[in-house]
Nanobody, 126 residues
Framework: QVQLVESGGGLVQAGGSLRLSCAAS????????MGWFRQAPGKDREFVGA????????EYTDSVQGRFTISRDNAKNTVFLQMTSLKAEDTAVYYC???????????????????WGQGTQVTVSS
């Protein structure tokens, strides 16, 4: 049974930082690209960023470029989302996802992701 478990969310002031983790089990981690998505109340799910299977390429949505960094530890089956300079508009539930994506063009497409975590709340106070 595949499980993705996010952790590290919480309440932070604007300008602060948080580091989210996503621990994967029940799958061959190195065969999956890993993505982070978020959903704010009343809004559609949004792509945040993703990392290729090897960790050699990352992709971000424009609004987080330069502020967020994705990394992965394939030895520990874990992917991370380091978030800095947080803004109120970053408030959302953050989800990690695992999907098969052989290149990088498919990384932002949520339909390419087969497994999803339960989400972790990030709240940024202004």
């Amino acid at each position: 049974q595949v499980q993705l478990v996010e952790s590290g969310g919480g309440l932070v002031q604007a300008g602060g930082s948080l580091r989210l983790s996503c621990a994967a089990s029940g799958l061959t981690f190195t065969t999956y690209a890993m993505g982070w998505f978020r959903q704010a109340p009343g809004k559609d799910r949004e792509f945040v960023g993703a990392i290729t299977r090897s960790g050699g390429w990352t992709e971000y949505t424009d609004s987080v470029q330069g502020r967020f960094t994705i990394s992965r530890d394939n030895a520990k089956n874990t992917v991370f989302l380091q978030m800095t300079s947080l803004k109120a508009e970053d408030t959302a539930v953050y989800y990690c996802a695992a999907g098969y994506c052989s290149g990088y063009a498919c990384l932002p497409n949520h339909r390419r992701y087969d497994y999803w975590g339960q989400g972790t709340q990030v709240t940024v106070s202004s």
